[in-house]
T-cell receptor, first 112, second 115 residues
Framework: GNSVTQMEGPVTLSEEAFLTINCTYT??????LFWYVQYPGEGLQLLLK?????DKGSNKGFEATYRKETTSFHLEKGSVQVSDSAVYFC???????????FGQGTILTVHP | GAVVSQHPSRVICKSGTSVKIECRSL??????MFWYRQFPKQSLMLMAT?????????EQGVEKDKFLINHASLTLSTLTVTSAHPEDSSFYIC???????????FGPGTRLTVL
């Protein structure tokens, strides 16, 4: 099955700093890759996704590129805001039923 | 589109009682629904996968007699925690997808506290 490894947190940044959260995966075949965000006390929201190699997912200033050669899907944002403080989950999905494998999550805190 | 709701959002119950959590897809037919459990500051742990009209498939280590899952229609799945105990206290999240899709749509979660 698939497995996903995320950069350990927590990550603490100042507002307008550059963000990178690393994510690597192992899989048989070529899974779709996702980043989800979870705000305190809430469920998960899809942040972005990529379905094949070299695809770039982007949303709300966040980007991640599906790198087959390095089996990675690192999340980046050029200038974080306080409102980006949340938990970020990388996930891989590989079946038509949509079963996902999640990374352990990375807590991001952005200070003013 | 693709909205999933959960009810209740929070529930507090006494030890030994049973609690039912509902998960609904509001604007699409969910052929498959997933139930997750999340402990504080941890990742989501998949508990079971349910396909409409079929018995749920439970992940290893999840007690099927304790966590009863029913997916009787294409828009509703329920998770019943039977004879709940304090160690069952957790955040339970459902998600839903359609056949042929590989994206899941998540509900807002249900916070269960067992006293």
């Amino acid at each position: 099955g698939n497995s996903v490894t995320q950069m350990e947190g927590p990550v603490t940044l100042s507002e307008e700093a550059f963000l990178t959260i690393n994510c690597t995966y192992t899989a048989t075949g070529y899974p779709s890759l996702f980043w989800y965000v979870q705000y305190p006390g809430e469920g998960l929201q899809l942040l972005l996704k990529a379905t094949k190699a070299d695809d770039k997912g982007s949303n709300k200033g966040f980007e991640a590129t599906y790198r087959k050669e390095t089996t990675s899907f690192h999340l980046e944002k050029g200038s974080v805001q306080v409102s980006d403080s949340a938990v970020y989950f990388c996930a891989a999905g590989g079946t038509s039923y949509g079963k996902l494998t999640f990374g352990q999550g990375t807590i991001l805190t952005v200070h003013p | 589109g693709a909205v999933v709701s959960q009810h209740p959002s929070r529930v507090i119950c006494k030890s030994g009682t049973s609690v039912k959590i509902e998960c609904r897809s509001l604007d699409f037919q969910a052929t498959t629904m997933f139930w997750y459990r999340q402990f504080p500051k941890q990742s989501l742990m998949l508990m079971a996968t349910s396909n409409e009209g079929s018995k749920a498939t439970y992940e290893q280590g999840v007690e099927k007699d304790k966590f009863l899952i029913n997916h009787a229609s294409l828009t509703l799945s329920t998770l019943t925690v039977t004879s709940a105990h304090p160690e069952d206290s957790s955040f339970y999240i459902c998600s839903a997808t359609q056949r042929g899709y590989n994206e899941q749509f998540f509900g807002p979660g249900t916070r269960l506290t067992v006293l």
